[in-house]
């Protein structure tokens, strides 16, 4: 009982500690993001690094970082809640899903607490939309789009091989950001006569692995694999070059194509085993909408459109400008740690 | 003196499983209060906790149930996203009373066939609701392919929704009022406690649990009694997907994902015995009212998402520990 007592008393006290909420200390204003970006994934780098430059310069600011790393859209809601009940002076959330969202927001709003949307906007109608003050992020339908035109491009110059069949490997059956990603490139890949699949893969590598194998062995006119998310880019390489399908970028066998900023992104292109990520200006999507909040509560200012962050395509050209600009933020160690080529 | 006074509670302990879990929940909302700053302890945040409570809790009453015969239903989580999802794709075409209906008749139907599979093959239960839980976790992201089924927010303001966990009542000055899916699981509540302690069919329910043999040889039907737990189990956690759904008004194919994992480790925190034999619907409810209140001031208190699980962890476990050491002590002479 008393190993177990203080076992308990030490968690708790632990619990605290790692709150980093100071209490006592005098902040004038306090903004919390409630992000649908877990510590399993490389991009929360970007979002905690840019609320702590922004505490910097805003020292009257305590920001919070809150989510989770089992994401479901009722999990969020629950943060989301959670969130309110504090009062906060500001809220920073994607918008995932409108219908459940809109409720606790509303509330939020009618009880004078801001919210600015983040990386998945209100995807409604402007008059129909949640009334946050804006929107500050990327478009994921432009991602898909933009980083699938660019790829075209590419064929047509002869650097890759034209398409002959796409796959979109999502590791989220559920995340509509995901499917717009995916929806984009379709889009752009309308009119080659290339066929185009959407294929759930999971966030567990051997799964993933397995799956995507099965699915290039039964779809041998896939040539471009797209991954609408960085991290799952090695499987997706991997899985090609095992079977032999010469994955890295030239004008035969496999193209991978994959997202985001994040050093696993950068440095597959540097190794020229993908042709291309994109930005959606993940820092500024962490630091825009705080600082929207600020100058709200202080100015009462609110910008009169979206705020659009991205996409910027990532290829060989820019991709050392882009490995320095991550090393810069995230630190050396944290950028080779998570480089898992 | 003291001790003395101390020995005094031993046969409450010992009768009553509960108290360990009544204890532990006593002292962390002491702790939450004291060290939260007003965060945790604030009439939106209680209200935001209840109405966890009472989905997870509706779900883990079905569980306790199913552990009650001696088995194990970790599908609820799947069955929970089921009825969530039938709930919402017939409310918005058809009427919310009979889409609820529907749902709830799913879950009992899910229920019906993880009982029958188990008793009529005799798998052990983990692997046949580890299987449907697969199953029925699949078919909800094949239903949803990858969007999620909603009702909007602006048609949601009817009497049918309000009752089906859509809104709070009881709202009062700067208190947020209380989720009427709450109201759901303090029915749910009494009515299985009288059926547990009164009815003949709770009777059945531990005797199976205690020893089946020793029951079948006492005249009771076994297998009718497991099956009649796991239908249960599935129409409850089908209910709570519909009061899930009434409070979000979305659901996706992950709804209820890890769900099971939470009732189960409520109801042993609450002290029902995996066994099988002797549960406690009141102490799993406790159960879950001490995880969501953790939960919740770990959010609260913003702790980094990368610590959340293992501190929630750390907490169970701690907290089960406790539990145990307090009844060994309450045996010991």
Sequence with gaps: ???????????????TALAGVAVAQEKQFRFVMVSHIGSNDANMGWLTESLAAFEEKYPDVTTEYISTNNYSVQEHVRLLEQAIATRPDGIAVPIVDNDAFEGPLRRAIEAGIPVVAFN????????ERIPYLTYVGGDEYLTGLHLGQYALEQAAAGNIPAPTGIVCASHDAAHQGLKARCAGMQAAMEGTGAKFEELFIGAEPAAARNTLQSFMQANPETNYIFTVAGWSSPWAWGVANDMGLSPDVDNEGV???????APVSIEGIRAGHLLAANSQGFWLQGYAPMEWLYWNKTLGYEPKSDILTGPVIINADNADKWAALVRSVFGDQEY?????? | MAAASLSGLKPIVRQHSEVGVILIAVLLVIFFVATSGGRWNNSYNISTILQITATLGLMTLGVALVIGTGEIDISVGSTFGIGALIYLYFAIRIDPVFAAMLAVAAGALIGAFNGYLITRTGTPSLIITLGTLMIFRGLAIALTSGFAFSVPYKERDGLTYFILGGENIFRAGSFSGVNTGFLWLIAG???LTIALKYTRF????LAVGGSADSAHSRGIRVDRVKIKAFILCGALAGLGGVLEAGKLGSADGSMGRLMELQAIAACVLGGCVLAGGRISLLGALIGVFVLSSIQSYLVVMAVKPQWFMVLLGVIVVAAALGDRKLRHWAVRK
């Excluded at chain 1, 080779?336 to 080529?341: A, L, V």
């Design chain 2, 189 to 191: 509540l009494v009515v």
């Design chain 1, 120 to 127: 998945i906007p209100d995807s409604r109608p402007a008059d």
């Design chain 2, 202 to 205: 709770g009777n059945h329910l």
């Design chain 1, 1 to 15: 009982m008393k190993h177990a007592t203080q076992l308990a008393a030490a968690s708790l006290l632990a619990t």
């Design chain 1, 255 to 261: 193209t991978v194509m994959t997202v985001d900023e």
């Design chain 1, 336 to 341: 080779d740690n998570q480089n898992t080529w």
